[in-house]
C-alpha cells in the first residue's frame, strides 16, 4: 500500500508539471515576437556566390517532415535568410556544392549523424533541423534555455524551437528587424 501512494504521488507531481508545462507553452507561444527581416528566394546565382564561411545557420527538413516538406533556409552574419524548396529541380545537388558537409551527414528520425564538426544540430521536431555553426552553439542554446525555463517537457521545447529559431538568431546578433 505504501508503495501504491508514493506511486500515486509521483503520477501527481507528473501531471501538475505537465499542466504547467501547457500553461507555459500557451503564455510563450502567444507572446513570441514575430519580427523578421523578409525572406529572400534562393536562386541559384545567389547560392553560387555565397561564401559558405558567412552562413551562420542552417535549417532543412525531411521530405516527410511536417511543415514544409524539403526546406531549406540559409542565414547570413547581417541575418539575411533565404529559402528554396530542395524537392524543385536539382536544388540538393546545387546546395551541396555550396556545403559539401551536408552530403555527408544523416538526418534520421531526430537524430543528426556525421555532421562536419564546424557545425552543431538542434532537432527542431518531426523532421526539422537547425544547423548552427560551432562557434555560436554554446550561446545560442543558453537562448534557448533561458527562453524556455520551467518546462519539463523537452517535446513543447522541440516544437517552440521550430516556431522561434529564428527569433533567436536575432537575439544572438542583438539585431532589431523588420517586421515581415
Not at 27 to 40: G, H, L, Q, R
Not at 49 to 64: F, Q, Y
Not at 150 to 176: H, I
Request: proline letters at 2%; charged letters at 30%.
Amino acid at each position: 500500500m505504501e508503495m501504491f501512494i508514493k506511486e500515486w504521488i509521483n503520477e501527481r507531481k507528473k501531471l501538475r508539471q505537465k499542466r504547467k508545462d501547457a500553461i507555459l507553452f500557451k503564455k510563450y507561444s502567444n507572446s513570441m515576437n514575430y519580427k523578421y527581416k523578409a525572406t529572400n528566394e534562393l536562386t541559384e546565382e545567389i547560392l553560387k556566390n555565397t561564401n559558405p564561411n558567412d552562413i551562420i545557420a542552417i535549417t532543412l527538413s525531411e521530405p516527410g517532415a511536417m511543415g514544409e516538406k524539403c526546406a531549406f533556409y540559409m542565414v547570413n552574419k547581417h541575418l539575411d535568410r533565404f529559402h528554396v524548396n530542395m524537392a524543385n529541380n536539382n536544388w540538393f545537388d546545387l546546395i551541396v556544392e555550396v556545403f559539401p558537409f551536408l552530403k555527408e551527414a544523416s538526418f534520421i528520425v531526430c537524430q543528426v549523424f556525421d555532421l562536419d564538426e564546424k557545425w552543431k544540430w538542434f532537432d527542431m521536431g518531426f523532421g526539422n533541423y537547425l544547423l548552427i555553426r560551432s562557434e555560436y552553439y554554446d550561446e545560442y542554446k543558453k537562448i534557448i534555455d533561458d527562453s524556455f525555463k520551467g518546462f519539463y517537457d523537452e517535446f513543447n521545447k522541440t516544437v517552440l524551437l521550430y516556431r522561434a529559431w529564428y527569433e533567436f538568431l536575432n537575439r544572438l546578433f542583438d539585431k532589431s528587424t523588420e517586421v515581415n
